[in-house]
């Protein structure tokens, strides 16, 4: 275990994690890319099962910001009991979780491909996609609950070595199991979702060996039964806040998406467009939000408040100028990179007028995630739930709502986001230099 004065590597630890959202990201394109041959059909199909599958992705991203705050601090402290503990405790709660929202999702698998309003054979492979992906989920979030165990220890590099091995594995053998290369059968979309299901199962095999033999930094022990409750208690506590904070991210953007979608299909196109551009820089904030949680906990950990600030303000530094930097390509080249994505002038012109707003929003962003990241490390996971519910919620949902209630044109919609980040970027900043995330929350 390296030693808790040293100096914390924010970009040591950020550039993997930045590496395996990209590497989430583009494998996502890569997907929809292979069944793109099956048509519309199973095009429609992977995207509404991806998005039943990215909420549960959400509610374990929320899960391990609470498991970072205390996973982090027991190893700041080179506590290896709580350590081993706390990654237990994470792995049993994550199953928990995705149990009971898998057996949700399958059994109402039909209900969801209804709500997105597809019929025919769209309906039955969206259907036969939702529920062979969930039926394999758990592997899916043993992934993430690990390698956001291993980041809270300072190792992201494992983590990104495994998302790759798995990438490397499902993408070849979901398009051999669409199509039916190699002899393989031929199943369609449904040989999609298989060869997604066990491509995260070699995955799960993988961590799940390395830690059982000790060769991870996290140790594998066993926990003593009397503080189990205790310590759930203590994980659930930090923990839920931040799996609901992604629920009200989830829902205010469904919310928001239905208000644009009301102008036009140009509108709703354009927006999805500019947000995918930008989709760059909303890794990288994660990245630093993921590194800033890890080594403010650790710092504290190490009885180190000082050094916990001075991580936050590290981070912001560097998540500011790289964002910002970002934010001015896109607003410089809006024209250009919105024509490369599709021809059609309307949609154009509204991807140009998004990718402004966004571009401007790009250093406001920069304090959301990376404060908001250093917060949920020391454990108040409370803030960013009230920030993102005002600036999403009250803010620009309210002002999107108001906005098309007067007759505006969809780019003053557009423009609800600055409202939203302004909102959520003051909350933040006030909070993390008032210093009250320093004590009291674990």
Request: some cysteine.
């Amino acid at each position: 275990m390296p030693s808790n004065t040293a100096k914390p590597g924010i970009l040591a630890l950020a550039w993997p994690s930045i590496a395996v959202y990209l590497l989430n990201t583009l494998s996502g394109l890569a997907v929809i890319k292979i069944v793109s041959d099956l048509g519309t059909e199973g095009v429609a199909a992977v995207t509404a099962g991806t998005r039943v599958l990215f909420i549960l992705h959400a509610l374990m991203m929320g899960l391990g910001a609470g498991a970072t705050a205390l996973i982090a601090r027991a190893w700041g402290a080179d506590d290896r009991q709580n350590l081993s503990l706390y990654t237990n405790l994470a792995m049993a709660t994550g199953a928990g979780v995705t149990l009971v929202f898998s057996a949700l999702a399958i059994t109402l698998a039909p209900l969801i491909a209804d709500f997105f309003g597809l019929v025919g054979q769209t309906r039955s492979n969206t259907v036969s996609y939702i529920r062979w992906t969930q039926a394999l989920s758990l592997t899916f979030s043993v992934n993430i609950v690990m390698g956001t165990a291993l980041r809270a220890v300072g190792d992201a590099r494992t983590p990104l070595y495994i998302a790759l091995f798995v990438q490397l594995v499902y993408l070849p053998l979901s398009a051999a199991l669409t199509y039916g290369w190699w002899g393989l059968p031929n199943w369609g979309i449904t040989g999609t979702a298989i060869g997604t299901a066990i491509g995260f199962s070699a995955g799960c095999v993988i961590f799940i060996y390395l830690w059982l033999t000790k060769r991870l930094a996290i140790p594998c022990m066993a926990s003593a039964p009397g503080r189990l409750g205790a310590e759930f208690r203590r994980l659930w506590h930090v923990a839920y806040p931040a799996m609901a904070e992604q629920g009200v991210v989830q829902l205010a953007l469904f919310a928001f998406l239905w208000l644009i979608a009301g102008y036009s299909t140009e509108a709703f196109a354009a927006y999805g467009i500019g947000l995918s551009l930008l989709s760059v820089t909303m890794v990288i904030g994660l990245g630093f939000s993921i590194a800033g949680s890890a080594l403010v906990g650790q710092q504290l950990g190490a009885k180190n408040p000082e050094g916990a600030v001075q991580v936050g303000y590290r981070s912001l530094k560097l998540a500011v100028i790289t964002m910002a930097f970002f934010g001015a390509l896109a607003i410089i080249f809006a024209r250009p990179l919105a024509a490369m994505m599709i021809d059609e002038p309307e949609v154009i012109r509204l991807t140009v007028v998004f990718l402004w707003c966004l571009g401007l929003a790009q250093p406001l962003l920069a304090v959301d995630f990376a404060l908001g990241g250093a917060l949920r490390g020391a454990g108040d996971t409370r803030f960013p739930l009230l920030s993102t519910f005002c600036g999403f919620v009250l803010t620009r949902i309210g002002l999107a709502a108001l906005v098309k209630a007067l007759g505006l044109p969809v780019e003053w919609v557009f423009a609800t986001l600055l409202g939203d980040y302004i909102v959520k970027a003051s909350m933040v900043l006030w909070r993390f230099r008032s210093r009250k995330w320093l004590t009291g929350y674990l």
